[in-house]
């Protein structure tokens, strides 16, 4: 069940109303999220009835009433941002209490705060919003199917090709859309590589696992053809280690999914996955690459907010 996609044509909260487009919810639960160098999409784990009756409120939790505001400073308004609220299946029968909210988090440099805004059916039924596609599947790169590129056609959106690192989009085979990413060496004893996610690196935290997927193509591949690599580097950008994830030496074969696990090692604070390919012959192909993390972050505290009205301990109570 799909919460916030359903009526064409709402538009946020906070392109309609006043200054605090919450004036309306009760409750809130603040959240900080790393941001990445690239808009990345993340997912919160969410228990909405534990965080009601942690706080000793009873009432119908409204699945419908689930919004995600951004705090651009410690004084500004809360500023709604497009989200999907997907309750958990089995928490269908208990009001969808459980579940994960799905956003966009702008790219920055260090952290971004959030509040997830919900409220009781008691407190008065929130509409429901359609924000569009704006956050379809959880993963830390951007763009990752290379289909929003430059005029030219030559760069993909949120990442980078540098000229002699002999990777090139390319139209000619792909794995899903209209466009991939075609790794070739120059010449024999060089290295065509490709780095993920595109604009710098990886921010991570030790022991934090992510699952890395991305498709591959290989075709008339001489010599060692696709080798996979994650680096590590420390808080200052130091490189710690490395380890080679696979290596194949082809020589083809069609759209194959590389798929694994990575756990962070101590100390590391960055990670960079590089596609390699040594093959000055043939081609290999990369398409719809995914970093998503194993464990999601959690809402943790209830904030009562209704700033018209004093906080409420009986919010059971209908107005
Ligand atoms: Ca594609």
Sequence with gaps: ?????????????????????????????????????????????TDFGKLLRDSGISGTFDPKSVRVAELKSNEGSPVEIPSIYVPTPSSSQEGGQRGRVRFRVRHGTSSRSYR????????????????????????????GGFERADKEGKTPESWELPKRAGGFLDTSQVHTGSRS???????????ASFGIPGMGALRVEPGERYSVRFWTRGQDLTDRGLIVSVYWYDVSKRY????????????????????????????????????????????????????????????????????????????????
């Excluded at 392109?15 to 959240?31: I, M, N, Q, V």
């Excluded at 990413?181 to 290295?191: E, F, N, P, S, T």
Aim: proline residues 8%; contains cysteine; hydrophobic residues 40%.
């Design 1 to 45: 069940m799909l919460i916030g996609g359903q009526l064409p044509g709402v538009r946020c909260q906070s392109e309609t109303a006043g200054k605090d487009p919450f004036r309306d919810w009760h409750y809130c639960s603040p959240l900080s999220l790393t941001c990445q160098a690239s808009d990345i999409t993340v997912e919160v784990a």
């Design 116 to 143: 997830i805004y919900f409220d009781l059916v008691e407190n008065g039924e929130k509409p429901v919003v359609n924000y569009g596609d704006a956050c379809s599947e959880l993963t830390f790169v951007d763009n």
């Design 181 to 191: 990413i075609r790794l070739h060496a120059a010449d024999k004893g060089q290295v």
């Design 240 to 319: 710690l280690s490395h380890e080679k994830l696979k290596e194949v030496s082809g020589p083809s074969w069609e759209w194959r999914l590389f798929d694994q696990n990575l756990t962070v090692p101590p100390e590391a604070q960055e990670a960079r996955i590089f596609v390699s390919s040594y093959a000055a012959h043939g081609y290999l192909w990369i398409d719809d690459v995914s970093i998503a993390p194993l464990a999601l972050p959690e809402l943790k505290a209830l904030r009562t907010v209704a700033p018209e009205e004093p906080a409420r301990a009986e919010p059971e109570v209908p107005k």
